[in-house]
């Protein structure tokens, strides 16, 4: 049996905040299932869903004093479990909370929240919390502390992304570290290399402050005159990311869009592990409405689709006529706010957005490429649902409100619209800039909605005219000619699509489940890491 850490900022259904989550909850889960012992450590936030987790305490008498840029913190611990397998099944996730009220006043994993901008006009939503360095380097080195505490040393902890991969820089180079971790090895996982999610520290005097770190160990990092947690790891530990494509632009020195992290890795000869991440199907499942969260059952690998088209239905019913009611500003768990609506006469192809409304995703391109869709091809229709930069937000808004009827755009999250949303529509547009590997053309595949996305990073598993569609360069111009073409293809006859979705939905259940990644790449990746003792 194998001892592993996983050490992450969130997990599904504990406390959220973009894919990450995802991937996590999936890899600690399959552990389990394999027979490893897998403990989970995260912080405690003000909107961690405690109810998600067993037996929750505080642990008595157990407390590390920390020190972060010139200030001393006390970290507590509180310990918990999570059933896998159902809750008689006897196998668990170990959980082990990071307690400081530096976490517990954040109502957000990463970003402030409406609630917390109300509360303070200085707290933005939507942008980081102010005192991000010092929650990552207090959590780190808490994590550390509670194996030399507890005297309970793991043989791998597995870093997922920037936010913990100072975690092997400490254990190698901490003077209150390197002995007790000495034989640990350690895997950083890249979950996302672009801009904004580097971490970066702006010098190497500040990453001295804030780490305790010597400055001639730190500089090994620097990346122009920032300090990059990711190159600090390529020293002392195994880089892994989600797709083998990612992998390959990620060590790429012509890469633009990792901000000089590519050209980092590509100097220094690091070699990076590309695992494309997998999908639980059971969680989306379309033949069980319990678990898909969908109005009605129905199987794309068989082409029952009649459930399918039953969301559109419904979506039509409720969305059908402007909007005549008060806008919501503030929105609460499960809220959305509605802008547009869609008016069914002459509609014939749909098309829908669900994801992070973010620079990354690519709104840009799709914000100035419908209009150019309708404008040909006036039997289209939209329907986008997301959140996150609020410009981009407002962008969609004034994009909805002006089509009359062709665009749908519901601002915040509602997992089960999200999805119904989703299912609704024939195609889910994915213009990602990048995209480390991408879940949503997944969960379109998997409902029976073909993904168009552009070909870049982990996009690049979908098979262009076989599970999907691929279209480059990332230009409007080029996205609008592909979906006018996929329109007229579609309403001269829409059984076309049938052999598309039949074989995307059964590729993405037979060849991405978790399980297969976790067994036969995850496990033979730890062994070869385990070698080196």
């Known amino acids: 049996m194998t001892k592993i850490w996983q050490i992450s900022r969130e997990y599904a259904g504990l406390a959220e905040a973009g894919g990450v ?4 909850t999936s890899l600690c889960e399959q552990l389990v299932s394999l027979d490893n012992q897998v403990t989970l450590f995260i912080p405690l936030y003000g ?8 037996g929750f305490e505080i642990v008595p008498d157990m407390a590390s004093a920390i020190t972060v840029d010139g200030q001393n913190y006390i970290a507590f611990y509180g310990n918990a479990t999570i059933p896998v397998g159902g809750r008689d099944s006897g196998r668990s996730v170990q959980v082990v909370f990071v307690v ?4 517990t006043e954040k109502m957000g994993v990463y970003t402030y929240t409406p609630l917390e901008e109300k509360l303070n006009p200085e707290h933005e939503r939507g942008k980081g919390h102010a005192d991000a360095p010092i929650l990552e380097m207090l959590f780190q080195k808490a994590v550390l502390w509670y194996g030399i505490l507890k005297n309970d040393i793991p043989d791998i902890i597995h870093c997922h992304d920037a936010t913990t991969a100072m975690i092997p820089v400490f254990a190698r180079n901490g003077t209150d570290y390197a002995a007790a971790y000495k034989d640990t090895e350690f895997l950083v996982t890249v979950h996302n290399a672009g801009p904004f999610y580097h971490h970066e520290i702006e010098s190497v005097e500040k990453a001295v402050s804030l780490t305790g770190l010597p400055a001639e160990v730190l500089s090994k990092g620097l990346n122009g005159s920032v300090v990059e947690p990711y190159l600090l790891a390529s020293e002392c530990s195994h880089l892994s990311t989600v797709s083998p494509w990612y992998a390959e632009e990620l060590i790429d020195p012509e890469n633009s869009r990792t901000d000089g992290l590519s050209k980092g890795f590509a100097e220094r000869g690091i070699t990076v592990t590309g695992i494309t991440n997998g999908i639980d199907y059971e969680k989306y499942n ?5 678990k898909s969260h969908l109005i009605s059952p129905y199987n794309p690998e068989t082409l029952d689709l009649a459930g399918k088209y039953a969301c559109r239905e419904d979506i039509i019913a409720e969305y059908r006529e402007p909007d005549t009611s008060d806008r919501l500003e503030i929105l609460e768990e499960g809220q959305l706010a509605r802008y547009g609506y869609v008016d069914p006469e002459g509609a014939a192809v749909w098309f829908s957005y669900h994801g992070r409304i973010a620079g990354q995703k690519g709104i840009d391109v799709l914000t100035a490429a419908i209009p150019e869709v309708l404008a040909a091809c006036p039997e289209a229709r939209f329907l986008i649902t997301g959140q996150g930069e609020s410009a981009l937000e407002k962008a969609l808004q004034d994009l909805a409100e002006r089509q009359n009827g062709k665009v749908l755009y519901l601002r915040g999250y509602n997992r089960s619209m999200a999805r119904q949303c989703v299912a609704a529509a024939d195609f889910i547009v994915l213009p990602s800039w990048f995209e480390p590997c991408g879940l949503e053309d997944f969960i379109a595949s998997l409902l029976g909605t073909v993904p168009v996305a552009h070909a870049t990073g982990g996009l690049r598993k979908i098979e262009d005219g076989v599970t999907g569609y691929l279209y480059e360069p990332n230009q409007a111009s080029v996205l609008a000619e592909k979906l006018i073409a996929l329109t007229r293809s579609v309403s001269a006859d ?8 039949q074989t995307a939905a059964r590729t993405v259940h037979n060849r991405y489940s978790w399980e297969a990644v976790v067994k036969n790449q995850y496990v033979p990746l730890y062994g070869k890491l385990l070698k080196k003792k």
């Open 21 to 24: 989550k995802n991937v996590v």
């Open 47 to 54: 909107c961690t869903a405690v109810s998600a987790v067993q």
């Open 100 to 103: 400081s009220s530096l976490f």
């Open 286 to 290: 379309p033949t069980d409405v319990q």
């Open 494 to 501: 829409s059984r076309q699509l049938e052999q598309i979705i």
